[in-house]
């Protein structure tokens, strides 16, 4: 990271401010230094921003059991009120500059999470698994339909199916009686 060149191996020279300039000329200053403060300044910046945004993005998701966009941009306010805290950057006043940025960081994060959930495609159905699927939906059994495609039951294989097969893909005895016995109903018909 630097810490082998005397200036820290920044490409910029970090700015010093002029003695006895005005709190508006310091926070520029101040600004200066947080964006090319050398690597370790940058680092320490980004570690802060990306650790509280992860932090605050997880004690979200699990209090309220979603990943949605408000949790997002609790996330994003917190990683940038903590940015903004300890890279110094903005006016005198900490409290209203950490409150400013957070907000700038949510509001951008909250488009950028509309922007991904408007492009992203919904998962599409699995058609080698469709009335297996309704199968196991009518019977209430809908939490199997994993072990059927764990051990590649498909559409196709229903007719085929046995104690053994069901067996095989950990499948209890109380629903692969269920199962069995709807499948021969239905082929009777």
């Known amino acids: 990271m630097g810490t082998l060149a005397p200036d820290g191996g920044s490409p910029f020279p970090v700015p010093q401010p002029p003695p006895?300039?005005?709190?508006?000329?310091?926070?520029?200053?101040?600004?200066?230094?947080?964006?090319a403060g050398g690597p370790?300044?940058?680092a320490r910046n980004f570690a802060v921003m990306t650790g509280a945004n992860a932090g605050i993005s997880?004690?979200?998701r699990r209090i309220?059991?979603?990943?949605?966009?408000?949790?997002?941009?609790?996330?994003?306010f917190g990683s940038g009120a903590l940015f903004s805290i300890v890279s110094g950057m903005g006016s005198p006043n900490p409290v209203a500059n950490a409150i400013t940025t957070g907000v700038a960081f949510a509001v951008f994060q909250g488009g950028f999470f509309m922007i991904g959930q408007k492009f992203s495609q919904p998962p599409s159905e699995d058609i080698y698994y469709s009335r297996g699927r309704n199968m196991l939906k009518q019977l209430g059994l809908q939490n199997y339909e994993?072990?059927?495609?764990?051990?590649?039951?498909t559409d196709q294989?229903?007719?085929l199916l046995n104690d053994s097969a069901l067996?095989?893909?950990?499948?209890?005895?109380?629903?692969?009686?269920?199962?069995?016995?709807?499948?021969q109903s239905s082929q009777v018909m």
């Open 20 to 35: 006895g300039a005005d709190p508006n000329a310091l926070a520029s200053f101040k600004q200066a230094q947080a964006l």
């Open 40 to 42: 370790l300044v940058q």
């Open 58 to 60: 997880c004690v979200m």
């Open 64 to 76: 309220r059991g979603v990943e949605d966009v408000q949790g997002s941009m609790a996330a994003a």
């Open 146 to 153: 994993k072990n059927f495609k764990k051990g590649l039951l």
């Open 157 to 159: 294989t229903l007719p």
């Open 167 to 183: 067996r095989d893909v950990k499948i209890p005895p109380g629903p692969r009686l269920l199962i069995l016995d709807h499948i």
